[in-house]
């Protein structure tokens, strides 16, 4: 494991304003939740998922974030909206707590959303957001992922690619067994603590031919040269353009860093990691975390008194998608 950096705050003028946040997938593991609204917009605690991606955002200093949505996402444009009506209601009630928290999305950036039109892959989802993009380095953020609210993981991010230029990914070692999952990366030394040089990349490689047990986790700094390599790379994996593949290419080129990360990642996209992360934030909140904190102890241990009858193993997890 490569330790990770102290995160810094210097450097030089970062040219990233913009993120863009892939939010077009159909949620079908959380169905029926998600028949009618966006697996998104599923509380994580009292925010909607979406919401935690787009402060991580806005706390890195990108104050302009472009959703890539599909049909059926209104309900992500009205969080990212004003909500007039329900604003005065808690105005003439004094309810300023509330008032605040309806007000926040709106205040936390310039929101935009665009269609995908056609479900083609996260590759050609981020190919949509070009035009808005124009030829600055952006961020990409991918909704299902969460990463703990207090971590600096993506301001060291854009810290590297204003040092070096080129493409930065988010890297997280992972059990072999796991790396089947996600995109992974041949990584080399690149001098610095808590950084590589992205050698290779491919998506969802078998555990036998992974070249590493790194593996990419849904952050990116992406230089504008992508969008040239995406137009041209052809449907990979599940039929689907690959961002992997996009920037497997650009590590060819030898222009691709990893920013190793090892902090709190939660993946909400799966609905057992989903329950696991609500309880975690849950405990951590100042508010609501010491009476559930003591709750869940009771309630944990009330279940080892049953003999453990409700604790299923994780291979009988009636959750695990
Ligand atoms: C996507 C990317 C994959 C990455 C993962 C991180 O996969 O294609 O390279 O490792 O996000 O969450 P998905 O999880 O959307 O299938």
Not at 128 to 138: E, I, K, M, T
Request: aromatic letters at 4%; proline letters at 7%.
């Amino acid at each position: 494991m490569i330790a990770s950096p102290t995160p810094t705050t210097t450097g030089p003028a970062r040219a990233v304003r913009k993120a863009v946040v892939p939010a077009a997938g159909l949620g079908t593991r959380f169905l029926p939740a998600t028949k009618a609204t966006p697996k998104e917009m599923l509380p994580v605690v009292d925010k909607p998922a979406i919401q935690y991606v787009v402060e991580e955002a806005a706390a890195a200093g990108l104050d302009d974030v472009l959703m890539i949505t599909g049909r059926h996402k209104r309900a992500i444009e009205d969080h990212f909206d004003n909500a007039l009506e329900l604003e005065q209601t808690l105005a003439a009630k004094g309810d300023t707590v509330r008032l605040d928290a309806i007000r926040d999305p709106a205040r936390l950036a310039a929101v935009h959303h665009i269609r995908q039109g056609e479900p083609l892959g996260l590759g050609h989802a981020v190919l949509c957001a070009r035009r808005h993009v124009g030829d600055q380095p952006f961020a990409v953020l991918l909704g299902d992922d969460l990463i703990g609210p207090r971590e600096t993981l993506l301001s060291r991010m854009l810290d590297v690619q204003g040092r070096h230029g080129g493409s930065v990914v988010a890297l997280m070692e992972v059990p072999e067994d796991q790396i089947h999952l996600y995109g992974c990366a041949a990584v080399a030394p690149s001098g610095e603590d808590g950084v590589v040089r992205v050698t290779g990349l491919v998506e969802k490689p078998a555990p036998e031919r992974a070249p590493s047990r790194y593996a990419v986790i849904g952050r990116y700094v992406l230089d504008p040269a992508v969008f040239g390599v995406l137009e041209r790379t052809p449907p990979g994996r599940g039929g689907e353009i690959q961002l992997t593949d996009a920037l497997q290419e650009l590590a060819a080129d030898g222009t691709v860093h990893g920013v190793v990360f090892d902090g709190p990642r939660y993946d909400t996209g799966d609905k057992g990691e989903y329950l696991r992360t609500v309880v975690r934030l849950a405990c951590e909140r100042p508010d609501l975390g010491p009476a559930f904190t003591s709750w869940l102890k009771e309630f944990v241990a009330g279940l080892e008194d049953t003999g453990g009858r409700s604790v299923t193993r994780d291979s009988e997890d009636p959750l695990a998608a």
